[in-house]
């Protein structure tokens, strides 16, 4: 859609729904400036955050009798 046909169909409109479209646009601009941007993350970011067991690779004794 170009922007004549729009400022055209925008045009044509009472004016209580062009408060509304006015509104609209302006809601419209407020959400894109307030997208978060994603952060690149950081190589260590979680380190010490997971704790591995020792015996993390040890079966486990409820499947012995299964082995």
């Given at each position: 859609m170009?922007?004549?046909?729009?400022?055209?169909?925008?045009?044509?409109?009472?004016?209580?729904?062009?408060?509304?479209?006015?509104?609209?646009?302006?809601?419209?601009?407020?959400?894109?400036k307030s997208e978060k941007k994603i952060k690149e993350r950081t190589f260590g970011y979680s380190k010490d955050f997971f704790k591995v067991a020792d015996d993390f690779d040890e079966p486990l004794e409820d499947f012995n009798e299964y082995m």
């Open positions: 170009s922007n004549v046909s729009l400022y055209t169909q925008i045009s044509s409109l009472p004016s209580d729904l062009k408060k509304e479209v006015s509104d609209f646009v302006a809601f419209l601009k407020n959400k894109s």
